[in-house]
């Protein structure tokens, strides 16, 4: 740099400093000027730093009490735009004086760090208060269904969560909110729609450029599902998330994960057993070490030379150095599990689990301090060192060093040892493999009997296994079962190193016991099958999910013991698999039943499909990937084309005796009612069947045997079970008519002798199979049931009273939500025989109908929304109910269906 350049860079500087403090007494002038001559961020901001001097003799380091202080001389009534220019002078301010204070040789790097994170804090929590008090006026306060006042927590990650935020960082947060409702004002909205506002107002304010700068880029893409998920979640979906689909990455950026403002027990109950697993995470290595790969790739780019942070031997490496040991050790030692850095250094060095601690922390320090006065240069977020000889020179000054070759020097010094430590973290002969391995050599011990009782159940307690003895009983007890000691040598050798490898598998579960009763019973199905062995040997992601579903759902858990070819879907269908359509369902059938050979392998191949059908739904409606309502559609379209093809089948059987029967099938309908109807099935739901036909008298008696085949073809039980449970009872006369009616007959007592509950059925009444003349017959006649001329109060009085019998002979067997589900669709059901259209027709499942009475503005747009949301919920908590029970302990019941339904009926 020549001399010319340096001397009028002084030049300007000086004068700067003159113009604004000449006349101003302070004990922190030379720091100040020693800023200036360092920061073209503090040249831009001297009113600001002006001001500051002219008030503070910044002596006192300043703690949250103190920021929030301060800050509530920033009104809550002020217009956004006056609010976000206040709150931006207020963060010019505090970052002045910190590295003023700095400069100033008054704070470390380690104060600084922890100052600005605790200014951020009451920034993000004041403006956040601001925001709500701003949507207060339109949408009042969000509230829980039983009335309580709603909570948004804030969850600090990154450097802010660790409280050694950077000059210019982004600011990563994930939000969430107590729990579902909806708020009180005068226009009302759920809570999740709420607090989505409520995050991109204070989004807008804190980050947007203005002429006043900005406050803090945020970050949210943490958040789960990152940008393709909600900007706020509930507590509940949140929980269910982290339980069932949370990754290692996730648990990676976790371990800085701190709450804002509060102490909540969730936070602890939630996040803490997510990131800390209750044993040596040896689990976790693998996914480590690819981090670490692509930390080691990224390392070479050439433009990552000069990045201090993500360079070689940069703050990266050192964070990642910290966070592979507290993942791994964590869970058995809670004094590592430190958000802060320099804390959980410490910590490993008291805990003897990392050398060199010492030297990391003066690299550590150092990298930081040198990334601030990076930042605060031009208040950008950069980590690359500069090429420019002038802004070397500044960085240079801001850091102590008289040159930049010398500051350059010490970097290098520091880098070289952070590499080092890098790249001996995770090694392939490191102490985890050698853990890992002395645990594997222990359990095969066990599991052949090597080492006495007391040593065995010792060894299971230390696992995680609550009644080690009981446990060890049954590991006992299989192993000398008659079907495993007539097992071949190499069937043998074949299962000993499979139990190895699912006992270190089970140690990292939570219910350790139950969910072994549960794979033993698997075992006792498959041992003999050494293909089915060899495939959960081989694939331990399969054996990871097989125990995950163990652990958390008795549903697909029995699927799994009682029809152990259901594995074979667990190896070739991911859980992203989307539900197919009718036409791809039929095909995939067809595929299956190619090569069948006997009634027998037909009807356990129609039984296998429905079965794996339920397992890929299963597991795609637990993992998020399809909802409740999409599943029942799907469930719907299984059952649909299982009964199509029973009846072809049927026709064909029958053929050989009754050649006439192609004749009757083209005469002949099967008309779904109730759940197949409406498309809304459940795995548990019966199958409400009506037979109708348009044959000849002298033909009766064929059409009736052909149904008689359906039915049997149907509900009888084969190895793989039953395909449905079949009702016929909706037919005319119920149990006491005729099992299958003409058309003609069935129209006839529709118009005539029809109880009202029955047109309330046949609003949910679809043909599944049958002519042009029988679906031209059969929707007319919904048509003219419909419009039939009704007395509204009399329909209500008939409905409510149906709904009471329904009550009184099912009080000991609805289940959770199903009483408000079926509210909902009397309530439905009686508005379209009220209030007829054309367009209810052809529509059979609730949600479309609630759809078409809000499009005839039969319903308010507030009750569709609420009736729509809490027809979903009840779906999802009945669907739940069976997959997942314990989802009950969270689950809401909606309470709006109860209070539409009565002010429409009660008001007749």
Not at 62 to 70: G, M, Q, R, S
Not at 169 to 190: K, P, Q
Not at 806 to 821: M, Q, R, T, W, Y
């Amino acid at each position: 740099m020549t001399i010319y350049k340096s001397a009028n860079f002084f030049a300007v500087k000086d004068n700067l400093f003159y113009k604004y403090f000449a006349d101003l007494l302070h004990p922190l002038l030379p720091a100040a000027k020693h800023l200036l001559y360092v920061s073209n961020y503090a040249c831009r901001q001297v009113a600001n730093l002006q001001a500051l001097l002219q008030e503070d003799d910044c002596s006192m380091a300043f703690a949250k009490k103190d920021y929030e202080k301060l800050l509530t001389v920033v009104s809550l009534d002020l217009p956004h735009h006056a609010f976000a220019s206040q709150i931006r002078q207020f963060r010019h301010r505090q970052l002045l004086r910190l590295f003023l204070r700095e400069l100033a040789n008054l704070a470390t790097t380690q104060q600084t760090m922890a100052a600005w994170s605790d200014c951020a804090d009451t920034l993000i929590l004041y403006t956040l208060t601001y925001c709500k008090q701003q949507l207060s006026h339109k949408y009042g306060t969000p509230r829980h269904e039983n009335g309580d006042e709603a909570e948004l927590y804030i969850l600090a990650m990154g450097k802010l969560g660790g409280r050694e935020l950077n000059f210019s960082s982004d600011v990563d947060l994930i939000f969430a909110f107590s729990a579902a409702g909806c708020t009180d004002g005068a226009e009302r909205i759920s809570n999740q729609q709420y607090y989505t506002k409520v995050a991109q107002l204070f989004t807008q304010l804190m980050q947007t450029m203005t002429a006043d700068g900005f406050v803090f880029r945020i970050d949210l893409r943490l958040r789960p599902n990152g940008d393709s998920g909600p900007l706020v979640q509930s507590l509940e979906a949140l929980e269910t998330y982290y339980q069932e689909q949370g990754r290692d990455w996730e648990r990676y950026a976790m371990v800085k994960a701190r709450l804002i403002g509060q102490q909540k027990v969730w936070f602890t109950r939630l996040i803490k057993p997510f990131v800390y697993r209750r044993y040596v995470d040896f689990s976790v290595i693998e996914s480590l070490r690819s981090m670490k790969a692509m930390i080691e790739r990224e390392v070479q780019l050439n433009s990552m030379l000069d990045d201090i942070k993500r360079g070689r031997g940069g703050i990266r490496e050192i964070e990642f150095i910290i966070q592979c040991f507290q993942l791994i050790r964590g869970g058995r030692l809670p004094q590592i599990q430190k958000e802060n850095a320099l804390e959980a250094l410490q910590a490993l060095k008291q805990e003897r689990l990392l050398a060199h601690t010492d030297v990391l922390q003066q690299a550590y320090l150092f990298l930081r301090q040198l990334e601030n006065t990076l930042q605060i240069h031009g208040d950008q977020q950069t980590h690359s060192l500069p090429q420019d000889e002038l802004v070397r020179m500044q960085i240079a000054m801001a850091m102590s060093y008289e040159r930049w070759e010398d500051l350059l020097e010490k970097l290098q010094q520091y880098r070289r040892i952070v590499s080092h430590a890098f790249h001996g973290v995770l090694g392939k002969a490191d102490v985890y493999e050698n853990e890992k391995r002395l645990l594997f050599n222990q359990l095969t011990s066990l599991w052949q009997g090597h080492v006495e009782p007391g040593m065995a159940v010792n060894l299971l307690a230390s696992l995680g296994f609550k009644e080690a003895e009981r446990c060890y009983q049954i590991i006992y007890a299989f192993r000398h079962a008659p079907r495993c000691r007539r097992l071949s040598q190499a069937s043998r050798l074949r299962l000993d190193r499979f139990m190895v490898l699912l006992l270190s598998e089970l140690a990292k579960l939570q219910n350790t016991d139950a969910v072994l009763l549960q794979v033993i019973r698997l075992l006792e199905s498959i041992v003999s099958r050494s293909a089915y062995l060899a495939l959960l040997a081989e694939k331990p992601n399969v054996l990871q999910e097989l125990l995950h579903w163990f652990a958390t759902s008795p549903f697909i858990t029995s699927l799994l013991v009682e029809q152990p070819f259901l594995l074979e879907v667990l190896v070739d269908q991911d859980d992203s698999w989307q539900p197919a359509n009718k036409e791809e369902l039929r095909k995939s059938l067809q595929a299956r039943l190619t090569h069948c050979v006997g009634r027998e392998e037909y009807n356990e191949i129609l039984r296998q499909f429905k079965l794996m059908c339920w397992l890929l739904a299963a597991r795609s409606e637990l993992s998020g990937h399809c909802d409740s309502v999409r599943i029942g559609r799907f469930l719907a379209d299984v059952a649909e084309v299982i009964i199509n093809e029973v009846l072809a089948n049927a026709c064909t059987a029958l053929a050989e005796r009754y050649p006439e029967i192609e004749k009757i099938k083209s005469n002949f309908a099967i008309i779904a009612y109730g759940k197949l109807g409406s498309q809304e099935m459940n795995y548990d739901s019966d199958v409400d069947l009506v037979f109708l036909h348009a044959a000849e008298r002298a033909e009766e008696s064929l059409v009736t045997r052909l149904t008689q085949k359906i039915l049997h073809m149907l509900t009888m039980r084969a190895q793989a079970g039953v395909l449905y449970a079949v009702d016929t009872r909706l037919r005319p006369s119920g149990a006491s008519g005729l099992l299958v009616s003409h058309i003609d007959a069935f129209i006839q007592y529709q118009y005539h002798s029809a109880w009202t509950w029955e047109h309330q059925a046949l609003l949910r009444a679809r043909i599944l199979y049958g002519n042009t003349q029988l679906h031209t017959a059969f929707n007319q006649l919904k048509k003219d049931v419909l419009f039939l001329p009704r007395d509204r109060a009399i329909l209500a009085k008939d409905i409510k009273e149906m709904r009471l019998k329904i009550s009184k002979n099912n009080e000991d067997k609805v289940k959770p939500a199903a009483g408000e589900l079926i509210d909902l669709e009397f309530l439905i059901q009686f508005l379209m025989l009220a209030y007829p259209a054309e367009e209810f027709v052809f529509c059979t499942h609730n949600l479309e109908q609630l759809t078409k009475l809000y499009r005839q503005k039969i319903l308010s747009k507030l009750q569709f929304t609420q009736l729509a949301k809490a027809y979903n919920d009840c779906h999802q908590i009945l669907h739940f109910y069976l997959l997942q029970p314990n989802f009950l302990s969270v689950a809401k019941f909606p309470k709006q269906i109860k209070e539409i339904s009565e002010e429409f009926l009660l008001n007749k």
